[in-house]
């Protein structure tokens, strides 16, 4: 659903408006949006001090999904979609509470974890069957090294022995470097 713009006037008469007029339509309108009452959750409730045991969740739906593999490795496909169930939650976790520095450990996770899991059985793939995984592989590689590139170096540090990990496992996958080559992707981003 697209977001109504409030006009000017609609915002004076808002700020008018009573303190029991106007928790009624918060009362009203905040149900309608889970994303900001789980965003109120964390930040009035729980005073932004639970931000590690949020990622500490995300951290373990990710060591959970990729659990299963290699045993249960179907296809490339079937990776692709547990990928972007993985990143969708990465992703909530990072609307809900902004955290940056956990965006990154856990995309790092992911990746590393989804393909280390089935870096033998992809090898094996050919090129066309492994193509969408590899796109999205690479797309979230891009997204890393825009994130790597926004926080202090600091943090870079920490991350180091995991991008050189994924760093690794992407040069044992020549269908991902190719698709990386044609897609005009260099994948020294996250240097």
Not at 78 to 105: C, P, Q
Not at 116 to 144: F, G, M, T
């Amino acid at each position: 659903m697209a977001r109504a713009k409030l006009s000017d006037e609609l915002k004076l008469a808002l700020k008018q408006l009573s303190g029991k007029e106007k928790d009624k339509l918060i009362f009203r309108l905040l149900p309608k949006d889970q994303v900001l009452v789980h965003q109120l959750e964390f930040k009035l409730l729980e005073d932004e001090e639970t931000t590690e045991e949020r990622r500490d969740e995300v951290r373990s739906y990710i060591i959970d999904a990729c659990s299963i593999y290699p045993e249960k490795y179907y296809s490339p496909q079937h990776l692709l979609w547990a990928l972007k169930d993985m990143s969708g939650k990465i992703n909530y976790h990072v609307r809900v509470t902004k955290d940056k520095i956990g965006e990154i450990e856990l995309n790092l996770l992911m990746l590393t974890q989804g393909i280390s899991k089935n870096l033998h059985r992809l090898q094996e793939e050919d090129k066309w069957y492994v193509e969408k995984l590899a796109k999205y592989i690479v797309i979230r590689l891009r997204k890393l090294h825009g994130l790597v590139g926004k926080v202090h170096e600091d943090y870079l540090l920490e991350f180091e022995d995991d991008i050189n990990q994924l760093k690794q496992l992407i040069s044992e996958l020549p269908n991902i470097l190719d698709v990386a080559d044609e897609n005009e992707i260099e994948l020294h981003l996250l240097e």
